[in-house]
C-alpha cells in the first residue's frame, strides 16, 4: 500500500527533537494499551502484520497527527471489531453485550515477558525452504505498486543491490496481514548504495540494507553474476575483517 | 508528541477530566476484562516489566560484556538473541530474530524502521518519541549524516551503514569501546554505555565524562 507511513527518503518533517529524560510512558493510557495490545496479541486476536496493516489504514490526515499509542489504540479497536471479536458499540460502551470470543486461544498468563505466549507470534520457520538468492547476488527489488500491506518502501523499488545476509525463513507480511497465510520464505539483508537510491548527488557512503523477502527480488540481469559462496542462515555481520573485504569486493564491481 | 494530559504517573489521573484518548482506553480496558481477555493485574505486570526490567541498560551489559570478552563477542556476532540471553535477558517480544553491528574504525551503523517502529526492545527497552517521529523515519536512509549531525555526531568520512528494520530482524550498534578504558571494569564500562549508541545516533560516554556525571548527581 502506498500508504503515508512509507516516509523513507520524505522532506519536510523538519528536524528530530529528542525529549530530555524522556519517560517510558507519557500517561497511563498509554501504558494500558500498550499491555492490552501486546496481550491481544498474545491471544492471536490478530497477528502483528495485521496489526501494522491496520495502522497503515488509518486516514493520512490521522495518521500524521496521531501520536504512536494513539495509533495503537486505533488499530487494535478495529481489529476486534474485524475479528469479531467485539462491536463498534461495545467498545463505545466500554461493556460487553455479548460473552467472550472463542476466538482468542492463548492463555490470558499472569503479565511480563517469560509468561508471555512466544508461541502466539512466532514468525520465523524453522523448515528448510529454497532461497532464491544466496549471499553476494546482485538483484533488482521489484517494482509494484500493491493495495494491500507490504513491508517493500517506495524508495527501494526497482533499485539495484547486494544481497548480503539470508536471515532465513519467515512468514510472508503482504499475505500474513490480510489473512492469506503464512507463504514462508526467505528474507535477506539487501544493501542499496546511496546513489542507486537516491541519484548522483548522493554519491556519499551511506548506503542502506533493507531487509527483503523473495518475492520482493529479481535476479539482476543487466550485472555479471559472480556468485559467491553460500552463506545460507548466518546472519553474522562481516566482523573485523568486514569492512576492508567488503571495500576490496567494491573495487571489483563494476559502476 | 506529548499530549500534554496525566502527564506521567497520572497522580491528577483521576482528578483532571480525562482526554479522549484516555477515555476510550478505559473504555477499552473494561470491555476486554469482560470479555475475559485480559487481566488487570498482567496489564500491570507487562507495563512494570517495560518501564523497570526492560530497557537500554540490558543492552549496556551486552556491549560491555562484548568489549570486554572477545569470545563473547564472537557469539553475539553469530547468533545474537542467544548471546543475549545467555546474560539473563529473555528474548521476548521484539527480540526473537537479533543482529548485532559492529561499528569500526572505518564503519558507523544506524538503525532506522522508515515504515513503523521497529526496535530491539530486549535490548533497548521501548523506542523514545523521536526514534518513532516521521522526521527521523523519514530522514535517516537519505540523509544519514545530516542526521547525525543533528544529534551533534561527526562521523568525518566513515562509511554509515544504515539498517531499515523492514522484517522481523531487529538491529542493534555495539558501539567501538573508547579510549583510555583498559582499567575499568565491566561494570564501569556498562555505565558509559547510552541507548543512543546502541541506536547510532550517539557514540558512548569517555570515561571523564561518565566521572564528571557521576560527580554531578553525587
Request: with cysteine; glycine share 8%; hydrophobic share 35%.
Amino acid at each position: 500500500m502506498n500508504g503515508v507511513h512509507d516516509l523513507g527518503g520524505m522532506h519536510g518533517f523538519g528536524p528530530v527533537v529528542p525529549e530530555q529524560n524522556e519517560p517510558v510512558f507519557h500517561s497511563d493510557w498509554e501504558k494500558r494499551v500498550f499491555a492490552m495490545t501486546l496481550t491481544a496479541m498474545g491471544r492471536r486476536v490478530c497477528n502483528v502484520d495485521e496489526f501494522r496493516r491496520a495502522i497503515e489504514q488509518m486516514p493520512p490526515p490521522s495518521y500524521l497527527a496521531a501520536t504512536y499509542y494513539e495509533k495503537w489504540l486505533h488499530a487494535i479497536e478495529a481489529l476486534l471489531v474485524e475479528k469479531g471479536i467485539a462491536t463498534r458499540e461495545e467498545i463505545a460502551a466500554g461493556h460487553a453485550a455479548a460473552p467472550g470470543p472463542a476466538k482468542a486461544t492463548g492463555p490470558v498468563g499472569n503479565g511480563g515477558v517469560d509468561s508471555f505466549d512466544s508461541s502466539a507470534v512466532k514468525l520465523r520457520f524453522d523448515k528448510s525452504y529454497k532461497p532464491s538468492f544466496n549471499a553476494g547476488d546482485r538483484v533488482v527489488a521489484r517494482n509494484f505498486n500493491p493495495e494491500h500491506h507490504t513491508r517493500l518502501p517506495r524508495y527501494a523499488r526497482g533499485k539495484r543491490g547486494v544481497v548480503r545476509y539470508d536471515h532465513g525463513v519467515f512468514v510472508f507480511p503482504d499475505t500474513h496481514a490480510h489473512g492469506l497465510g503464512a507463504k514462508p520464505q526467505h528474507v535477506y539483508t539487501v544493501e542499496f548504495e546511496a546513489e542507486e537510491l537516491w541519484g548522483p548527488d548522493r554519491n556519499e557512503r551511506a548506503p542502506v540494507c533493507l531487509d527483503c523477502w523473495d518475492d520482493y527480488l529479481e535476479r539482476d540481469r543487466t550485472a555479471a553474476a559472480k556468485p559467491r559462496a553460500a552463506k545460507r542462515r548466518t546472519a553474522k555481520p562481516a566482523g573485523r575483517s568486514g569492512p576492508r573485504s567488503r571495500a576490496g569486493a567494491k573495487k571489483g564491481r563494476k559502476r | 508528541m506529548s499530549d500534554g494530559h496525566d502527564h506521567h504517573d497520572g497522580h491528577d489521573y483521576h482528578n483532571a477530566p480525562l482526554s479522549e484518548p484516555a477515555q476510550r482506553v478505559k473504555a477499552l480496558e473494561q470491555l476486554l476484562i469482560e470479555k475475559g481477555l485480559v487481566n488487570p493485574q498482567a496489564l500491570d505486570e507487562l507495563v512494570d516489566t517495560y518501564e523497570r526490567r526492560i530497557g537500554p541498560r540490558n543492552g549496556a551489559r551486552v556491549v560491555a560484556r562484548a568489549w570486554a570478552d572477545p569470545e563473547y563477542r564472537k557469539r553475539l556476532l553469530a547468533n545474537a538473541a542467544q548471546a543475549i540471553e545467555e546474560l539473563g535477558f529473555p528474548p521476548g517480544p521484539q527480540g526473537e530474530h537479533m543482529m548485532a553491528l559492529e561499528n569500526t574504525p572505518r564503519l558507523h551503523n544506524l538503525v532506522v524502521c522508515t515504515l513503523c517502529s521497529c526496535y530491539p526492545w530486549s535490548v533497548l527497552g521501548l523506542p523514545p518519541v523521536w526514534y518513532k517521529s516521521t522526521a527521523y523515519r523519514a530522514s535517516a536512509v537519505n540523509d544519514p549524516r545530516g542526521l547525525l549531525k543533528g544529534f551533534g555526531l561527526d562521523v568525518g568520512d566513515k562509511e554509515v551503514r544504515v539498517w531499515d528494520s523492514s522484517s522481523e530482524m531487529r538491529y542493534f550498534v555495539i558501539p567501538e569501546r573508547p579510549a583510555s578504558t583498559e582499567h575499568l571494569t565491566e561494570d564501569e564500562l556498562a555505565d558509559l554505555v547510552t541507548r543512543d549508541s546502541m541506536i547510532g545516533t550517539g557514540l558512548p560516554k569517555s570515561p571523564s565524562q561518565s566521572a564528571r556525571r557521576a560527580g554531578a548527581s553525587k
